[in-house]
């Protein structure tokens, strides 16, 4: 399945910034970077996310937001960005809904694939990369950028 070229589906959820964020909330005048991890607190997402949110200046620069997202409660995403520094906001799939509807749900390991998703201003997904293994993180920030960049 892939969602390239496709209106992305919207969703809400609840987010460490205190208040729900709506995907289409962002339509006609930010970019949104959807970044779908694993797990909270596990090696491979220790280094991605800190490095996303070290970027989050350029991502902003280029017009752009970067959200992640995976099946963690707040609580435990709040924990997790205060040990790592990780500024960005992070959103809780708790039922891996959104996991599912991008395609990205590994039911049964109750998790998400680690994936990056790119909309345009209009809604449209223009970048999907989902990693073969969950481990796997070959699409780093500065690829990502240089696509939001080319839009």
Same mark, same amino acid.
């Given at each position: 399945?892939?969602?390239?070229?496709?209106?992305?589906?919207?969703?809400?959820?609840?987010?460490?910034?205190?208040?729900?964020?709506?995907?289409?909330?962002?339509?006609?005048?930010?970019?949104?970077?959807?970044?779908?991890?694993?797990?909270?607190?596990?090696?491979?997402?220790?280094?991605?996310?800190?490095? =996303?949110?070290?970027?989050? +200046?350029?991502? !902003?620069?280029?017009?752009?937001? /970067?959200?992640? #997202?995976?099946?963690?409660? &707040?609580?435990?995403?709040?924990?997790?960005?205060?040990?790592?520094?990780?500024?960005?906001?992070?959103?809780?799939?708790?039922?891996?809904?959104?996991?599912?509807? =991008?395609?990205?749900?590994? +039911?049964?390991? !109750?998790?998400?694939?680690?994936? /990056?998703?790119? #909309?345009?201003?209009?809604? &449209?997904?223009?970048?999907?990369?989902?990693?073969?293994?969950?481990?796997?993180?070959?699409?780093?920030?500065?690829?990502?950028?240089?696509?939001?960049?080319?839009?």
């Amino acid at each position: 399945m892939t969602l390239l070229g496709q209106p992305a589906p919207d969703f809400t959820l609840p987010s460490t910034g205190g208040e729900p964020v709506t995907l289409s909330s962002y339509r006609g005048h930010r970019t949104v970077v959807l970044v779908f991890y694993p797990m909270d607190f596990s090696p491979v997402c220790s280094m991605q996310l800190p490095e =996303y949110s070290g970027r989050q +200046d350029d991502f !902003g620069d280029a017009g752009a937001v /970067v959200l992640g #997202i995976n099946r963690d409660s &707040v609580y435990t995403h709040r924990a997790w960005a205060a040990e790592y520094g990780i500024e960005l906001p992070l959103l809780a799939d708790m039922t891996l809904t959104v996991a599912r509807d =991008y395609g990205v749900a590994i +039911d049964e390991r !109750g998790i998400t694939q680690r994936a /990056v998703f790119i #909309i345009d201003k209009e809604g &449209v997904v223009r970048y999907e990369a989902i990693e073969a293994k969950t481990g796997d993180y070959t699409v780093r920030p500065e690829q990502v950028l240089e696509r939001v960049r080319a839009l």
